[in-house]
């Protein structure tokens, strides 16, 4: 549906662009002609889905940093600008999230996903705004949220409130920043299978089985579902849309209460089965 230059002189800078779905919108981009530059955690990620960018003959950088810490996105910002040879799109993309029945949480593991998907999220907008603004130049935002970031769910309670906060964000500053022609926009996915969302989030074939029965689609969503919509959302035909959160999840929060809220009847060996993964998982 894309012209194949859609993001052609485009460059993008995407956190947690090395794994799942920010690694979708990074390929994407990149085949529709943007330079992209990824930041995140390990290494390993970030260098494998640069180096399958430019074996495709895309444009591709990277540098690690942990979005919590101001410094570390900073730097990575003037990499991405100076590799990149300019900025003109950022995607929050970079995320922290599982299962967990609140009244075990400790405040840390609260403060873990909040640091990670509310601070990261105004950290690296406010690095790449700040130059964009200084510049005089336009400037684009896309923040990755989730359907429940409206309408709150239980047992993701850290992710949720982190969420809805970046949701209120991206409308503020969609207001505040009109001005100065920076765009802020959102994306509210379902259920997208990534090694990191089902290990934390669906981590049994039960799980998975319930939530596709309770999908009106009976399906999850596509990678390339998603990446083509932060496609247009980046582009110049989507100019005008402005402060707007586009849901993508098949229907399944239309009419439903959505997020995690089946789980209120989960049997305790499903707790157990979800303590037992995180010990699996790194
Ligand atoms: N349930 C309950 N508490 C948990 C938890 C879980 N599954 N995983 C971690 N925590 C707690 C830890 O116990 C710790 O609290 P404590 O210091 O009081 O013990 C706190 O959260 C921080 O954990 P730690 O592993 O030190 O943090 P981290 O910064 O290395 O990792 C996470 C951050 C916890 C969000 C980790 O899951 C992560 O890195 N996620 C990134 C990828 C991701 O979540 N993707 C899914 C997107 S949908």
Same mark, same amino acid.
């Given at each position: 549906?894309?012209?194949?230059?859609?993001?052609?002189?485009?460059?993008?800078?995407?956190?947690?662009?090395?794994?799942?779905?920010?690694?979708?919108?990074?390929?994407?981009?990149?085949?529709?002609?943007?330079?992209?530059?990824?930041?995140?955690?390990?290494?390993?990620?970030?260098?494998?889905?640069?180096?399958?960018?430019?074996?495709?003959?895309?444009?591709?950088?990277?540098?690690?940093?942990?979005?919590?810490?101001?410094?570390?996105?900073?730097? =990575?910002?003037?990499?991405?600008?100076?590799?990149?040879?300019?900025?003109?799109?950022?995607?929050?993309?970079?995320?922290?999230?599982?299962? $967990?029945?609140?009244?075990?949480?400790?405040?840390?593991?609260? =403060?873990?996903?909040?640091?990670?998907?509310?601070?990261?999220?105004?950290?690296?907008?406010?690095?790449?705004?700040?130059?964009?603004?200084? %510049?005089?130049?336009?400037?684009?935002?896309?923040?990755?949220? %989730?359907?429940?970031?409206?309408?709150?769910?239980?047992?993701?309670?850290?992710?949720?409130? %982190?969420?809805?906060?970046?949701?209120?964000? *991206?409308?503020?500053? $969609?207001?505040?920043?009109?001005?100065?022609?920076?765009?802020?926009?959102?994306?509210?996915?379902?259920?997208?299978?990534?090694?990191?969302?089902?290990?934390?989030?669906?981590? *049994?074939?039960? $799980?998975?089985? =319930?939530?596709?029965?309770?999908?009106?689609?009976?399906?999850?969503?596509?990678?390339?579902?998603?990446?083509?919509? $932060?496609?247009?959302?980046?582009?110049?035909?989507?100019?005008?849309?402005?402060?707007?959160?586009?849901?993508?999840?098949?229907?399944?929060?239309?009419? =439903?209460?959505?997020?995690?809220?089946?789980?209120?009847?989960?049997?305790?060996?499903?707790?157990?089965?979800?303590?037992?993964?995180?010990?699996? *998982?790194?």
């Amino acid at each position: 549906m894309f012209e194949p230059d859609l993001l052609k002189d485009r460059s993008i800078l995407i956190t947690g662009g090395g794994t799942g779905l920010g690694r979708a919108m990074a390929l994407r981009a990149a085949v529709l002609g943007a330079g992209v530059f990824l930041v995140g955690r390990r290494e390993a990620p970030l260098e494998d889905t640069a180096k399958a960018i430019v074996e495709r003959g895309g444009r591709a950088g990277w540098a690690t940093a942990d979005v919590r810490d101001f410094g570390a996105v900073e730097r =990575a910002v003037d990499r991405a600008w100076k590799e990149l040879g300019s900025l003109d799109s950022l995607i929050n993309n970079a995320a922290g999230n599982f299962l $967990a029945r609140t009244e075990r949480l400790s405040p840390n593991a609260f =403060a873990a996903v909040v640091g990670i998907v509310l601070e990261g999220s105004f950290h690296s907008t406010l690095a790449v705004a700040r130059r964009w603004i200084e %510049a005089e130049r336009p400037g684009c935002v896309l923040n990755i949220v %989730a359907t429940y970031a409206a309408s709150g769910s239980p047992y993701v309670v850290p992710s949720a409130s %982190a969420k809805a906060g970046v949701l209120a964000m *991206t409308k503020s500053l $969609a207001v505040e920043w009109a001005r100065y022609h920076i765009r802020l926009n959102a994306i509210a996915p379902g259920p997208f299978p990534t090694e990191g969302a089902w290990s934390r989030l669906i981590p *049994t074939p039960e $799980a998975e089985r =319930a939530w596709l029965e309770e999908h009106p689609m009976r399906r999850f969503g596509r990678h390339s579902e998603l990446a083509d919509l $932060a496609a247009y959302l980046l582009s110049a035909p989507a100019e005008y849309i402005n402060g707007a959160c586009v849901t993508i999840d098949g229907g399944a929060s239309a009419c =439903a209460q959505g997020g995690f809220t089946h789980l209120v009847d989960a049997p305790a060996e499903f707790w157990e089965a979800v303590e037992r993964e995180r010990r699996r *998982t790194p």
